[in-house]
């Protein structure tokens, strides 16, 4: 099974939210939002290799 993305991604990105309790499944939404307009090359890396590009 593949590691949970947000354990890859820059835990700055989410100052405003409880870490532990976001759910990379049903947070996607939230978890790219921040990615693209916050997030390092890395972070993008990360979340497309999780996700795939079609998500």
Request: aromatic share 12%; glycine share 4%; charged share 30%.
């Given at each position: ?37 916050r997030g ?14 079609e998500?």
């Amino acid at each position: 099974m593949q590691e949970d993305v947000k354990h890859s991604l820059t835990k700055s990105l989410f100052w405003d939210v409880n870490f532990e309790d976001i759910d990379s499944q049903v947070h996607s939404l939230f978890i790219t939002e921040r990615v693209l307009t916050r997030g390092t090359l890395d972070d993008f890396k990360s979340l497309k290799n999780y996700f795939g590009i079609e998500k």
